[in-house]
């Protein structure tokens, strides 16, 4: 399986972006898409998930009501909507799949896409 990651950019506080995983290689099914992000010096950490079975999406605190995770099964595409960003979103956001039930651990994905940074500015 090929992750391909894209949409990151510099924007300013209060701005959307939309990033995009590409997947190939494998059906597209079954499986648990996370984003998670990863800003200098911190741990990987878990923005958003979406099982591609069931469509149930998780998010974590820090972004409830501000991201939204959907995904395209016939463009093999998951997208993380962002609006209403904030200086500490600032990250390198990184695309993964994992298996059914896989939670915001990162270790559990075991597929991951290149990262795309985002860079929020006041």
């Known amino acids: 399986v090929q992750l391909q990651a894209s949409g990151g950019g510099l924007v300013q506080a209060g701005d959307s972006l939309r990033l995009s995983c590409a997947a190939s290689g494998r059906t597209f099914s079954s499986y648990v898409m996370g984003w998670f992000r990863q800003a200098p010096g911190t741990e990987r950490e878990g923005v958003a998930s979406?099982?591609?079975?069931?469509?149930?999406?998780y998010y974590a605190d820090s972004v409830k009501g501000r991201f939204t995770i959907s995904r395209d099964n016939a463009k093999n595409t998951v997208y993380l909507q962002m609006n209403s960003l904030k200086p500490e979103d600032t990250a390198v956001y990184y695309c993964?799949?994992?298996?059914?039930?896989?939670?915001?651990?990162?270790?559990?994905?075991?597929?991951w896409g290149q990262g795309t940074q985002v860079t929020v500015f006041s």
């Open positions: 993964a799949q994992g298996p059914a039930g896989s939670s915001f651990n990162y270790r559990e994905y075991y597929y």
């Open positions: 979406i099982s591609l079975s069931s469509g149930n999406t």
